[in-house]
């Protein structure tokens, strides 16, 4: 099946430093994978949209020079966070399309805390 | 603009009891439905979806949902749950860009699974 895998599962970083989060397609390429963040008890809400080979898609509201896209491959995006603040802190997941082109494959998540 | 409306934000059975859980969406153009379960720190994992064709879906684990267009609604079930079925349960809805990587999440709810 399509698995997505982010790293790392878990970071702590202090305020001001800058945080780089990898989201990989596992066993299946991915042209487009999409970042969403998700605060405590809350929703899912979609950052922006990685696209191999060109610039991200920011959603309205997201500060696109504070969370850096970079799709490198057909296999990996990253987003980092720069200048990280506490309100930063949060759950982001990534998420790829499989091959039917419908699905979304979720990765399991990266919680970052700053502090 | 596409939305998704969970009613009830905590739903709590009985194990063995019929589980319910409610979404309502709002769409300007045919929408494709997602139900997705969520355990503590890990990412979204994909339980079923309505594209098109059959309105009634079965996914995994014996949960099913129902298109009723008629209703805007996208209601998810299971006649008999288990304790391994409390997680949080997410309703989305492709927004209709022809892009369905760019899902609308409902605010999700908690399903309480009592022994």
């Known amino acids: 099946g399509a698995v997505v895998s982010q790293h790392p599962s878990r970071v702590i970083c202090k305020s001001g430093t800058s945080v780089k989060i990898e989201c990989r397609s596992l066993?299946?390429?991915?042209?487009?994978m999409f970042w969403y963040r998700q605060f405590p008890k809350k929703s899912l809400m979609l950052m922006a949209t990685?696209?191999?080979?060109?610039?991200?898609?920011?959603e309205q509201g997201v500060e696109k020079d504070k969370f850096l896209i970079n799709h490198a491959s057909l296999t990996l995006s990253t987003l980092t966070v720069t200048s990280a603040h506490p309100e930063d802190s949060s759950f982001y997941i990534c998420?790829?399309?499989?091959?039917?082109?419908?699905?979304?494959?979720f990765g399991p998540g990266t919680r970052l805390l700053v502090l | 603009a596409q939305s998704v409306t969970q009613l009830g934000s905590h739903v709590s059975v009985s194990e063995g009891a019929l589980v319910l859980l409610r979404c309502n969406y709002s769409?300007?153009?045919?929408?494709?439905l997602f139900w997705y379960v969520q355990y503590p720190n890990q990412g979204l994992q994909l339980l079923l979806k309505?594209?098109?064709?059959?309105?009634l879906v079965k996914g995994i684990n014996g949960f099913e949902a129902e298109f009723k267009k008629s209703e805007t609604s996208f209601h998810l079930t299971k006649p008999s749950a288990h304790m391994s079925d409390a997680a949080e349960y997410f309703c989305?809805?492709?927004?209709?860009?022809?892009?369905?990587?760019?899902?609308?999440f409902g605010q999700g709810t908690t399903l309480q699974v009592k022994p």
């Open positions: 989305a809805v492709s927004d209709g860009s022809g892009n369905t990587g760019k899902l609308i």
């Open positions: 309505y594209t098109t064709g059959a309105t």
């Open positions: 990685s696209n191999e080979g060109s610039k991200a898609t920011y």
């Open positions: 998420s790829a399309p499989g091959i039917d082109g419908e699905t979304q494959y």
């Open positions: 066993d299946f390429q991915a042209t487009t």
């Open positions: 769409s300007s153009v045919p929408p494709y």
